[in-house]
């Protein structure tokens, strides 16, 4: 029974800290916890598919999966900065309002980013 109250205790506290405060604080509590669940999410299924994967594929198969997917992993580590240089002149386009600037910053982002991945496919 102390085990059910100290249970209810933590839901209170739990509700209280996601429903109480500035409507900014709440949203980025609200953001963080869904942004550890995505992180959770994505580790569980990192972990159900590499199994699901040995079983359903031969082992030359599976090499070229494993290249494959490092390769994309070593593209998102080594980023270059143009995911955060873009969302900054992105906000700063979209606060002043200039829409015209924004799509050029996200079409000039996705060019580079295809010349890259384009000079590693012939690499």
Not at 15 to 22: E, I, L, R, S, Y
Not at 74 to 89: P, Q, V
Request: some cysteine; overall charge positive; charged content about 15%.
């Amino acid at each position: 029974m102390l085990i059910i109250k100290h249970i209810g205790t933590l839901w209170k506290v739990a509700v209280n800290f996601f429903t109480k405060g500035h409507k900014r604080s709440l949203e980025a509590k609200r953001n963080i916890v869904g942004s550890l669940v995505i992180k959770g999410i994505s580790i569980a299924i990192g972990l159900v598919l590499v199994p699901l994967t040995i079983h359903y594929i031969n082992p030359s198969q599976y090499g070229i999966w494993l290249t494959l997917s490092s390769m994309i992993a070593w593209i998102s580590f080594f980023d270059i900065g143009f995911t955060h240089g873009l969302r900054n002149k992105f906000a700063e386009a979209k606060a002043r309002g200039d829409i015209k600037l924004v799509k050029i910053y996200v079409s000039t982002t996705y060019f580079y980013i295809s010349i890259i991945f384009c000079f590693c496919g012939l690499s």
